[in-house]
């Protein structure tokens, strides 16, 4: 496949997928269904319930995820992914393979690097 470099839509996939914690909060989803605020938060310990909010909110923009929020007290906040959001599995799939790979890579080459 050629992808014309002027019309590369790239870009605009990294912008929506870009941030620290989405990938992490995807895969949670994906893997395990629909999610509590609580429970992201949980499985997601170092994430500021600032940056897990902001980064649910924008997942949620762009249709990635969604939000259900049940009336009462004290709130309860479930998030889903979307029919449209489970198309980022494969994508997702093969960034961790190639993460995998490159690191791999990269201790070798270290260990190389260290023998002389």
């Known amino acids: 496949m050629m992808i014309e470099p002027n019309a590369?839509?790239?870009?605009d996939a990294l912008n929506i997928l870009v941030g620290k914690w989405k990938p992490i909060i995807l895969l949670h989803l994906l893997s395990e269904g629909t999610l509590r605020f609580s429970e992201l938060k949980h499985r997601i310990p170092h994430v500021t319930q600032k940056m897990?909010?902001?980064?649910?909110?924008?997942?949620?923009?762009?249709?990635?995820?969604?939000?259900?929020?049940y009336p009462q007290v004290p709130p309860k906040v479930e998030y889903t992914i979307t029919v449209y959001?489970?198309?980022?599995?494969?994508?997702l799939e093969a960034m961790h393979q190639w993460g995998r790979k490159h690191t791999e890579i990269?201790?070798?080459q270290s260990?190389?690097?260290?023998?002389g």
């Open 8 to 11: 590369c839509q790239v870009s």
């Open 52 to 69: 897990l909010t902001k980064q649910l909110r924008e997942l949620e923009a762009e249709g990635i995820i969604s939000r259900k929020v």
């Open 85 to 91: 959001g489970e198309t980022l599995k494969p994508i």
């Open 106 to 108: 990269m201790q070798k």
């Open 111 to 115: 260990i190389n690097e260290a023998r």
